[in-house]
């Protein structure tokens, strides 16, 4: 299991969040990036991200919650970034946005909300390195797992099996040690978490995600 742990949308605390994630085995910082308009709240400034990132060791997982994804690809894309991950609903024009992605050289993924059914994005998983799979409406942290969230899982995995796709699965929202059961078992690849492993020990939080 790969482990994506997002930072909280602190500024204020986000540099020593950054630098204790650094000692663990995490295998991504996962980037919320909201800008007012895709989601009501507002996250990080670029030159925030930037000047954070600087104290990172580890690669970045960017989701994008913006209405206009192609405007904030290169910035993100010059970082030390491995996924650009951004919302099936917020654009039309998706092949566009993979291509701008790939052009850069990173992996490519696209998100869907709670409400977004699998079936949607069939017809470009074979583009996609990754689908994240929204376990809250995005926006913020601390919301509770939708359990509606399962079968999507489910059926998401049986169609890149079906299609001998290379697509990876990850989870984003609500996960806990009891969520997280549940979600490895219906084929999740990568989980997101902030709130449950920002509180406690994360190395050992990270270390059971891992076994
Ligand atoms: C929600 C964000 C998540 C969030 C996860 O909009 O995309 O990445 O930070 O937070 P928890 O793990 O607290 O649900
Ligand atoms: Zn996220």
Redesign the pocket.
């Given at each position: 299991m790969l482990v994506s742990v997002?930072i909280?949308s602190s500024v204020y605390k986000a540099k020593e969040i950054v630098e204790k994630i650094n000692k663990t085995t995490a295998d991504f910082i996962?980037l919320?990036i909201?800008d007012g308009k895709f989601?009501e709240n507002k996250t990080f400034t670029f030159n925030e991200i930037k000047k954070l990132v600087n104290f990172s060791n580890k690669k970045l997982d960017v989701?994008l919650?913006v209405k206009n994804p192609l405007k904030y690809i290169e910035d993100y894309a010059l970082l030390n970034t491995e996924y650009i991950t951004f919302h099936y609903e917020s654009v039309n024009n998706h092949i566009d946005i993979i291509n701008k992605i790939q052009e850069y050289g990173l992996k490519v993924g696209i998100s869907i909300k709670p409400k977004t059914d699998v079936s949607e994005i069939e017809n470009i998983l074979k583009y996609l390195d990754l689908v994240l799979i929204?376990?809250?409406?995005?926006?913020?942290?601390?919301?509770e797992f939708k359990e509606s969230t399962l079968d999507k899982i489910e059926k998401l995995k049986q169609v890149i099996v079906e299609n001998g796709y290379k697509t990876i699965i990850s989870v984003?929202?609500?996960?806990n040690d009891e969520v997280f059961k549940m979600v490895k078992e219906k084929g999740a690849d990568m989980i997101?978490?902030?709130?449950?492993?920002h509180e406690g020990d994360m190395e050992e939080k990270i270390k059971e995600f891992k076994v």
């Amino acid at each position: 299991m790969l482990v994506s742990v997002s930072i909280l949308s602190s500024v204020y605390k986000a540099k020593e969040i950054v630098e204790k994630i650094n000692k663990t085995t995490a295998d991504f910082i996962h980037l919320d990036i909201m800008d007012g308009k895709f989601v009501e709240n507002k996250t990080f400034t670029f030159n925030e991200i930037k000047k954070l990132v600087n104290f990172s060791n580890k690669k970045l997982d960017v989701h994008l919650m913006v209405k206009n994804p192609l405007k904030y690809i290169e910035d993100y894309a010059l970082l030390n970034t491995e996924y650009i991950t951004f919302h099936y609903e917020s654009v039309n024009n998706h092949i566009d946005i993979i291509n701008k992605i790939q052009e850069y050289g990173l992996k490519v993924g696209i998100s869907i909300k709670p409400k977004t059914d699998v079936s949607e994005i069939e017809n470009i998983l074979k583009y996609l390195d990754l689908v994240l799979i929204m376990g809250v409406e995005p926006g913020k942290s601390g919301q509770e797992f939708k359990e509606s969230t399962l079968d999507k899982i489910e059926k998401l995995k049986q169609v890149i099996v079906e299609n001998g796709y290379k697509t990876i699965i990850s989870v984003d929202g609500g996960i806990n040690d009891e969520v997280f059961k549940m979600v490895k078992e219906k084929g999740a690849d990568m989980i997101v978490s902030a709130s449950y492993l920002h509180e406690g020990d994360m190395e050992e939080k990270i270390k059971e995600f891992k076994v």
